[in-house]
């Protein structure tokens, strides 16, 4: 296939699939593949999420074949490479032979389940350890470590693995893994340092005094080459090279060439920001004139909305957010700041809530009868029972039934995995139209509880004007409504909400090429413009939603949210009255 011009692949591994995508350089997707990765779960042991770096690379490899077979485009067109990944922690040897983290006789030997997924929460005590030590590392992490971050689960390996196999292990936050397996290149991000690893960019790097103190000195006492960069190596910003690209090995397995330039990786949910806040967006279906700056992107949040979802704002000074992680500086912009506040569980608590319910076999075999997703089924059952109720609004419908959704802990601004879910207002109804307000009820939390985190921000220091969607939730229209309203702030919907992450990726490619081939190192200003150009050329064009709740709906979701806080306040109250019964 004969053409001048330039693609770049981005390659995105979330919590249960690997990506690849093949982008021109104006942000249009050529090819896209994308395959199921395998999570081990321990059936006594809810807590226990693992996975295989080898199982991702092989299906990595597999989807970027696909993709040059579909597209005929040669190898020597694809001129940059990025990935992102789930902050998961993957562990190797020296050589980067997989080691295995699973709890017993076998822990710390070769094996293939060597990734402790994000949400794998084993690492409790270690982390409450942690977060009693009083180091300048929490404040940068919202005031709290989350056990979902790489310390506790490096601690925790140290706690159960025989010494002398720990101390041969190299652990990586999975983007840096995947930019390690591709060019044989031990360099870190900035990203997954910073936001996971305990790295503080702002105040000298790594806290040696913090690491001694909770018992892994010996990390300091080799020069960190176990966890991150040895002291006095570059750590490096999104989308700066790495090594000398593509190893021999990696572009044989891939069937690319071999240098092609390889962009320092990002978390998925930073990937997210990456190609979702650059966007230009249409209202009342016109385009907006105005070319989007840098500086807006301080005022914009992109929403990360998948199996959890992250909340990620930039600014040019570093705020300090109780409870929101961060503010880490340099995440994606040189000398800029970035804050993530978070949701544990999302999309996995609107399956949940789908899935357990008794009326769920007649509501799936209605989606089949139909041939509709049961999203949309139980949109139209909720429109029926709004109908019947004669009420203006789906919140009006549920007014009396109250959601609060941390099943899976609190990532923010609460920033307590002890956190549990509840649901008031519970009738004998077993039906599908219980189903249906639990549903909503669900949705509606979720909302609510993004309004607190937004609370949060700009409580503390931030402007959040807008919310900038990507990942699957986009798709689901009473959730993005109840986002505006909620928020009281206008949505921007992706003009392609399934590749927002994966084309992040992919312009980390396109920068790594760019900055490859100005063979000098770029000052922050000129990271930051060439980073936003990119942004700015590869982003689709989005969709605007504007608040439109009625003065009835805007005081139940009022009334609502005052709700949903004193649910807060009673369920620690509750916690404490039983931890003192039970002395």
């Given at each position: ?254 069937g690319l060439l071999e240098g092609t330039p390889v962009g320092s990786g990002l978390i998925d ?46 600014s040019p000074k570093g705020v300090f957010v109780p409870g929101v992680w961060g503010p880490y ?255």
């Amino acid at each position: 296939m004969a053409s001048t011009q330039q693609y770049y692949l981005g390659i995105d591994v979330g919590t249960g699939s690997a990506r690849a995508c093949l982008v021109k350089q104006d942000g249009e997707i050529v090819a896209s593949f994308s395959r199921d990765t395998k999570t081990f779960r321990d059936p006594s042991d809810h807590r226990i999420f693992e996975q295989s770096t080898a199982d991702i690379w092989s299906n990595i490899a597999a989807i970027v074949k696909d993709i040059l077979t579909t597209s005929k485009v040669p190898p020597s067109e694809i001129k940059g490479i990025g990935f992102d990944a789930t902050c998961s922690l993957a562990v190797t040897d020296e050589a980067g032979e997989p080691v295995t983290i699973t709890r017993g006789e076998h822990l710390g030997e070769h094996g293939e389940r060597n990734i402790v997924l994000w949400c794998d929460h084993r690492a409790e005590a270690e982390t409450e350890l942690i977060n009693e030590s009083g180091s300048k590392v929490l404040d940068y992490v919202g005031g709290k470590m989350s056990l979902e971050m790489e310390v506790p689960k490096v601690l925790w390996l140290k706690n159960h693995m025989p010494a002398a196999r720990f101390a041969p292990c190299q652990f990586f936050d999975l983007p840096d893994f995947l930019t390690f397996r591709a060019t044989n290149d031990t360099a870190r991000s900035t990203c997954s340092l910073a936001c996971k690893c305990s790295y503080v960019p702002s105040a000298e790097g790594w806290q040696t005094d913090f690491f001694e103190k909770i018992g892994l000195g010996e990390l300091p006492a080799r020069g960190y080459k176990q966890i991150g960069e040895a002291l006095g190596r570059r750590v490096l910003t999104a989308g700066q090279p790495v090594g000398h690209g593509l190893s021999k090995t990696a572009a044989e397995e891939l069937g690319l060439l071999e240098g092609t330039p390889v962009g320092s990786g990002l978390i998925d949910a930073y990937a997210g920001w990456l190609g979702t806040v650059g966007a230009r967006f249409k209202e009342n279906g016109k385009l907006s004139d105005a070319i989007p700056s840098a500086e807006e992107s301080c005022h914009r949040l992109a929403a990360v909305a998948g199996t959890s979802t992250c909340h990620l704002i930039q600014s040019p000074k570093g705020v300090f957010v109780p409870g929101v992680w961060g503010p880490y500086k340099d995440a994606v912009f040189c000398d800029r700041w970035m804050n993530e506040g978070g949701q544990s569980s999302t999309g996995q608590l609107i399956d949940f809530i789908i899935t357990t319910h008794p009326a769920y076999p007649q509501l799936f075999k209605l989606g089949q009868e139909k041939k509709k997703d049961v999203h949309s089924i139980l949109q139209d059952i909720l429109e029926d029972l709004r109908d019947k109720a004669q009420v203006e609004s789906f919140t009006e419908l549920t007014k009396d039934l109250h959601f609060y959704p941390d099943f899976h802990g609190n990532r923010s601004p609460i920033a307590d995995a002890r956190m549990r879910g509840a649901i008031t207002g519970l009738e004998l109804n077993a039906g599908l139209d219980d189903l249906a307000r639990k549903y909503f009820a669900a949705l509606e939390s979720i909302a609510l509880q993004t309004r607190h985190i937004i609370d949060a921000l700009n409580t503390s220091g931030h402007d959040v004007r807008a919310i900038y969607m990507s990942g699957g939730q986009a798709r689901n229209a009473s959730l993005m409504r109840l986002f505006a309203n909620a928020c009281a702030r206008p949505v921007v919907l992706p003009g392609d909400h399934e590749h927002s992450v994966v084309r992040g990726a992919a312009m980390l490619g396109r920068f790594a090429a760019e900055a490859a081939a100005s063979q000098s190192d770029l000052d922050a200003s000129a990271q930051q413009e060439m980073l936003w150009r990119v942004m700015v050329e590869m982003t689709p064009i989005g969709t605007q939603i504007i608040p439109d709740a009625s003065t009835k709906e805007q005081k139940l979701l009022e009334a609502k949210y005052k709700i949903f806080l004193e649910s807060i306040d009673i369920q620690k109250r509750w916690r404490q009255e039983m931890a003192l019964a039970a002395q």
